[in-house]
C-alpha cells in the first residue's frame, strides 16, 4: 500500500524569507500523481501545486515549486518570498493513476509564519 | 469556480443518534469523497463514490454508511454516533477520468459527539 510521510509537523520562516517542506511517499507504481494542499486556518483546503510522476521538469506556481526526486521518492514543496497568509497546514498527498482512486495524505506540516 | 458545499459548519449530537452529513458539489463531478480530519493524523478516507449508488471502502469505514442518489450530492451516515467519531469532515469532489485531476474541498463539519 502506498503511504506519504511528512516528517515535519511544524516549521516556522520569516516574511519574505525561502523555507522548504519535506515529504517522502512509498509506491510500487510507477506512474502516479502528487500533490500540495493548503488549509489555512478554519478555512477551506485548497490546492497548491501538482506534479505528474512522468514529467522530470519540476512543477511551479509562481512562488511555489517543488523538487520532484521520483528515485528517492521525495517531493518537497518550496515557498520563496514567504508571506503572512501562507500561515497554513500544508498537506503532500498521492494518487496513483487508476479512474475512481482517492488521495492518499501525509499527516501534514504547520508552517507559521512571522513578521 | 468549483463550489463544494457541506450542510452545516458545526454539528453536536448525542451518542447514539443517527448523524447524517451531507455534501453537494456543482461542476458535475463524477468522484466524490469523505475524508475525517484528526490532528497528527492528518486526513484518512471513510468512504468514496466513483457514479451515482457505487460506492467504495475507504481506510477506515467502520461506523459509517454514504449514500449517493444523485451525482451532485454525497451523504456520510453516523449509523449509531460515538464520542470517538467527534472529528472534522470533509467532502471533497473531482472529475473522471484521470488521477491527475485535483480534489476540491468543502468548507468541513466540525461534529461533536457528546
Known amino acids: 500500500a502506498q503511504t506519504v510521510t511528512q516528517s515535519q509537523p511544524e516549521m516556522s520562516v520569516q516574511e519574505a524569507e525561502t523555507v522548504t517542506l519535506s515529504c517522502t511517499y512509498d509506491?510500487?507504481?510507477?506512474?502516479?500523481?502528487l500533490f500540495w494542499y493548503k488549509q489555512p486556518p478554519s478555512r477551506q483546503m485548497i490546492l497548491v501545486i501538482r506534479?505528474?510522476?512522468?514529467?522530470?521538469q519540476n512543477a511551479t506556481e509562481n512562488r511555489f515549486s517543488v523538487n520532484f526526486q521520483k528515485a528517492a521518492k521525495s517531493f518537497s514543496l518550496k515557498i520563496s518570498d514567504s508571506q503572512l497568509g501562507d500561515a497554513a497546514m500544508y498537506f503532500c498527498a498521492y494518487r496513483g493513476n487508476q479512474a475512481g482512486t482517492a488521495l492518499i495524505f501525509g499527516k501534514g506540516t504547520t508552517l507559521s509564519v512571522s513578521s | 469556480d468549483v463550489k463544494v458545499t457541506q450542510s452545516s459548519r458545526y454539528l453536536v449530537k448525542r451518542t447514539g443518534e443517527k448523524v447524517f452529513l451531507e455534501c453537494v458539489q456543482d461542476?458535475?463531478?463524477?468522484?466524490m469523497f469523505w475524508y475525517r480530519q484528526d490532528p497528527g493524523l492528518g486526513l484518512r478516507l471513510i468512504y468514496f463514490?466513483?457514479?451515482?449508488?457505487?460506492?467504495e471502502k475507504g481506510d477506515i469505514p467502520e461506523g459509517y454508511s454514504v449514500s449517493r442518489e444523485k451525482k451532485e450530492r454525497f451523504s456520510l451516515i453516523l449509523e449509531s454516533a460515538s464520542t470517538n467519531q467527534t472529528s472534522m469532515y470533509l467532502c471533497?469532489?473531482?472529475?473522471?477520468?484521470?488521477?491527475?485531476?485535483?480534489?476540491?474541498f468543502g468548507d468541513g463539519t466540525r461534529l461533536s459527539i457528546l
Open positions: 463514490s466513483y457514479d451515482v449508488k457505487m460506492k
Open positions: 506534479q505528474e510522476a512522468y514529467k522530470q
Open positions: 471533497a469532489s473531482s472529475l473522471l477520468p484521470g488521477a491527475g485531476q485535483p480534489q476540491h
Open positions: 461542476m458535475d463531478h463524477e468522484n
Open positions: 509506491t510500487s507504481e510507477s506512474d502516479y500523481y
